[in-house]
């Protein structure tokens, strides 16, 4: 059975720090796409941060500079550090495993952690 959980979340002041984590059981985690997608109230979900198996990134530009995604294959865990957070940040921050070979089928989302940042 595939999970994808995350954790990490919580209330944050502008300019404060967090890290989430994911952790994925029951797939070959080092062969998936690994990304953070974020959704606020009112608006659609969006790609925030994806890390290649290989270990590259790439970051929407909102985040760039600020958020920093990471994976660590040994614990099947993906993580996204995020500094400087701004009230704009407040949103619900979503996992997702993605496998590049089908794309399109493969994949799972996690149920997602709520960050929110007080201004």
């Known amino acids: 059975q595939v999970q994808v959980v995350e954790s990490g979340g919580g209330l944050v002041q502008a300019g404060g720090s967090l890290r989430l984590s994911c952790a994925a059981s029951?797939?070959?985690?080092?062969?998936?796409?690994m990304s953070w997608y974020r959704q606020a109230p009112g608006k659609q979900r969006e790609l925030v941060a994806t890390i290649a198996t290989g270990g590259n990134t790439n970051y929407a530009d909102s985040v760039k500079g600020r958020f920093t995604i990471s994976r660590d294959n040994a614990q099947n865990t993906v993580y996204l550090q995020m500094t400087s957070l701004k009230p704009e940040d407040t949103a619900v921050y979503y996992c997702?495993?993605?496998?590049?070979?089908?794309?399109?089928?493969?994949?799972?989302w996690g149920q997602g952690t709520q960050v929110t940042v007080s201004s």
């Open positions: 997702k495993a993605v496998r590049p070979t089908d794309w399109a089928r493969d994949y799972y």
């Open positions: 029951g797939i070959g985690f080092s062969v998936y796409v």
